[in-house]
């Protein structure tokens, strides 16, 4: 059973339409997955028309259009399925695309990276998700324009989608995907992180399942990525320490929860007069504020006696260079490296014995095994409360109010928060 608090947001963050804030509070848990699923035994609830509303990009640096007849995507492979759109969460990406002209394969697109909704169509009976199930898509394949989540029915894989348990709420649901997504690669393949410890929702080995991919399967770009832990001494493991900059951001709150289920001790560095409560309360060990940089650095080494090895950052290249600084750039006896990954940048200058990372995103739409292991997780933590949803600020309006939600995004109105839209008109 699920209390959802809700509470119309002052004035000040959005003054133009009413906004309500979400908390998701978990009082009691089933024994084992419920999921809401329509009762009727069809492969498709869909009904009977064939165009939708969408918003359309037609040129950089434009806001998006929204049209009444745009065709409903068609679902094409064995492991796809039909999702009637509910939720749509928001991501800087989605306007940061279109004002600096990239992540837009061609004209006019569609964008929109994180959703929500009832699965009404699949194209194979041994899917792992029926027709009625509530689910969370994250859309990374954002080159196929039918996946996006800026229209009403979106096309996902079965491998790609989460089936969202009845004590979870859609709206918070459909603020986590991509940063889930981002958060476990990055700490499960890219830092060789080892789940399967993780004592409420026993998670995957993406280091020990990834090794046993065929290497031609992989894509090209992310290969040398997906095997740069695979030695065992690189990994991360439990007992060690991490640094996280820009923990308050929904990645990095995801990312602290993963590390500590898993066994890590994690240093926070966020705005913590804004967001050290709500750090705290997820179990960061250590929080440092970002005010003060240098002081910053200086307290994370000084924590870590110098020897920290390991380090995330989910603001950018200045930051990254920032905490490229805190690790400990000696070589061990064993061969093994500081490993420093970078979600949105990495420093221009580096240091030869450190290890630089990027998220191999790719991996968790181009392999089923991968992306079925992740979602399978996902259902999991949600199931058991052991992944805290992210706070969530829900935008009335559906398509129409997009563009106006995103501008209150890219302000930064809302920080520590996720804003989704509810799809209804």
């Known amino acids: 059973m699920t209390t959802i608090s809700t509470y119309t947001l002052p004035a000040s963050v959005e003054e133009k339409y009413t906004t309500v804030y979400h908390r998701e509070l978990v009082v009691e848990q089933r024994t084992d997955p419920t999921y809401t699923t329509q009762s009727a035994p069809t492969d498709s609830i869909i009904p009977p028309k064939t165009t939708q509303r969408a ?14 007849d ?5 679902i094409s492979q064995k492991d796809e399925i039909l999702v009637k759109i509910q939720a749509v969460g928001l991501n800087p990406v989605d306007w940061k695309g279109p004002a600096f002209n990239f992540g837009l394969p061609s004209l006019p697109w569609i964008n929109g990276r994180d959703l929500a909704g009832e699965v009404v169509r699949v194209n194979n009976e041994n899917s792992r998700v029926r027709v009625g199930d509530k689910v969370l898509v994250p859309s990374t394949d954002y080159r196929d324009i039918r996946k996006a989540a800026f229209q009403e029915y979106a096309v996902a894989t079965h491998f790609n989608a989460a089936r969202i348990p009845s004590n979870s709420c859609i709206h918070a649901s459909a603020s986590l995907g991509v940063a889930f997504v ?42 040398e990525e997906c095997f740069s832990s695979s030695a065992v001494p690189e990994r991360l493991k439990k007992g060690d320490w991490i640094a996280i900059w820009g ?42 504020d970002r005010q003060d940089t240098e002081r910053a650095v200086d307290i994370i080494r000084g924590i870590a006696g110098g020897k920290l090895r390991y380090a995330v ?36 200058e580096r240091n030869e014995a450190l290890v630089y990372h990027t998220v191999p995103i790719k991996l968790f739409h181009t392999s089923p095994t991968v992306g079925e292991q992740m979602v399978s997780w996902l259902e999991g933590l949600l199931e058991t409360g052991a992944l805290q949803l992210p706070e969530v600020v829900r935008h009335e ?17 809302v920080s520590g928060k996720r804003i989704v839209v509810d799809m209804a008109e």
């Open 397 to 413: 309006g559906g398509l129409g109010s997009i563009n106006e939600s995103l501008e209150v995004l890219r302000k930064g109105s």
């Open 313 to 348: 950052d989910i603001v950018g290249a200045e930051t990254a260079t920032l905490l490229q600084r805190t690790l400990d750039h000696t070589i061990r006896e064993d061969g093994s490296h500081s490993h420093l990954l970078g979600l949105t940048g990495l420093p221009k």
């Open 182 to 223: 981002a958060s476990v690669l990055a700490l499960g393949v890219s830092l060789g992180l080892d789940f399967r410890g993780c004592a409420q929702a026993p998670g995957p080995n993406l280091q020990d399942t990834v090794a046993q991919l065929d290497i031609n399967d992989i894509p090209a770009d992310i290969c």
């Open 55 to 68: 918003l359309l990009l037609h040129a950089a640096g434009e806001q998006y259009t929204l049209v009444t």
């Open 70 to 74: 745009h065709a409903i995507p068609e």
């Open 247 to 288: 923990a308050s951001t929904t990645t990095g709150y995801i990312t602290l929860q993963l590390a500590k289920l898993a066994g890590l001790h994690v240093i926070c560095v966020a705005d913590i007069a804004r967001h050290g409560s709500r750090l705290h309360q997820l179990g960061a060990d250590v929080l440092v």
